[in-house]
Nanobody, 121 residues
Framework: VQLQASGGGLVQAGGSLRLSCTAS????????MGWFRQAPGKEREFVAV???????AYADSVKGRFTISRDNAKNTVYLQMNSLKPEDTAVYYC????????????????WGQGTQVTVSS
């Protein structure tokens, strides 16, 4: 599957952004889709995931502020980010075929290009 992300930008703290990721491939509905992010000097980290049926999971750092959703008819997954903080500044990556192990370590089989999100204080 190929992934194309968009929607990043510069926003003030407390503001909102919505990221979109469109997938190409015949079996989009079967993929667990989601988002990861990587801040400068830090490792990439899991943000949110959504199953084909709509079940979701979030990193503790974004719970209550971010919402992941998907439109299977459009082969698109969204990340609505509200109440943004400077520490949310990162390159955000769309991902597919997301898995999680017993240690709650998330990984993905396919990655899109990143989109920059910058939150100013």
């Amino acid at each position: 599957v190929q992934l194309q992300a968009s929607g990043g930008g510069l926003v003030q703290a407390g503001g909102s952004l919505r990221l979109s990721c469109t997938a190409s491939g015949r079996t989009f509905n079967s993929y667990r889709m989601g988002w990861f992010r990587q801040a400068p000097g830090k490792e990439r980290e899991f943000v949110a995931v959504i199953s084909w049926s709509g079940s979701t999971a979030y990193a503790d750092s974004v719970k209550g502020r971010f919402t992941i959703s998907r439109d299977n008819a459009k082969n698109t997954v969204y990340l609505q980010m509200n109440s943004l903080k400077p520490e949310d500044t990162a390159v955000y990556y769309c991902a597919a075929s997301i898995t999680v192990n017993d240690n709650r370590y998330y990984n993905a089989g396919s990655w899109g290009q990143g989109t920059q999100v910058t939150v100013s204080s």
